[in-house]
């Protein structure tokens, strides 16, 4: 079956350190993933993407990690910032499918 | 500003009104979506719709009816919901299904009598 899903419901960090959120997948078929942001009273919002042919990613202060051996990918955020408060979801995609699996998210608290 | 945008971003009905929520993407993309998340629960796709045709299977129950007269605008017709129906709404679109990320509206939240 087709299983994707985060490891913490939440991931308090002090202001200024790296944060790092994960999530597993369940399906080797999974040839790409995506990182969303979504902030009280918004939608989920794009943060970076990976294909199954990447290891690594990176973007503004953003990275994507993904290890498809433990079916295992991270998104580390670097000096992380208040506005970096939110719920943080993985998604998965099959086979090309228009179909995204998306995790059960991680909250994301930064201390000042 | 997303590009995707969502009315009502609030709708509060009974269960036996019928009411549409709307949605307009301003980024030229071809495929659109309709999601559901609920409190505590992964977001679900309900529908999606690529160049105005519906595509993919996914169980929804009848009194959901979506609506894409193009490939710029989708609608979500409800009709006889229930309590357990309450939910933020979301609508999204891609340029295409092949390696390309699908953007979100801010979604409406809907509250069932």
């Known amino acids: 079956g087709e299983n994707v899903g985060l490891h913490l419901p939440t991931l308090s960090v002090q202001e200024g350190d790296n944060s790092i959120i994960n999530c597993a997948y369940s399906?080797?078929?999974?040839?790409?993933f995506i990182w969303y942001k979504q902030e009280s009273g918004k939608g989920p919002q794009f943060i970076i993407d990976?294909?199954?042919?990447?290891d690594k990613r990176q973007g503004q202060r953003v990275t994507v990690l993904l290890n498809k051996t433990v079916k295992h990918l991270s998104l580390q955020i670097a000096a992380t910032q208040p506005g970096d408060s939110a719920v943080y979801f993985c998604a998965g995609r099959m086979d090309s499918s228009y179909k995204l699996i998306f995790g059960s998210g991680t909250r994301l608290l930064v201390r000042p | 500003e997303t590009g995707v945008t969502q009315t009502p971003r609030h709708l509060v009905m009974g269960m036996t009104n019928k009411k549409s929520l709307k949605c307009e993407q301003h980024l030229g993309h071809n495929a659109m979506y309709w999601y559901k998340q609920s409190a505590k629960k992964p977001l679900e796709l309900m529908f999606v719709y690529s160049l105005e045709e519906r595509v993919e299977n996914n169980s929804v129950p009848s009194r959901f009816s979506p609506e894409c007269p193009n490939s710029s605008h989708l609608f979500l017709h409800l009709h006889t919901l229930q309590p357990e129906d309450s939910a933020l709404y979301l609508c999204?679109?891609?340029?295409?299904?092949?390696?390309?990320?699908?953007?979100f509206g801010d979604g409406t939240r809907l509250s069932i009598l």
């Open positions: 999204a679109s891609s340029q295409d299904r092949a390696n390309q990320p699908q953007h």
């Open positions: 990976i294909r199954s042919n990447m």
């Open positions: 399906n080797s078929a999974s040839d790409y």
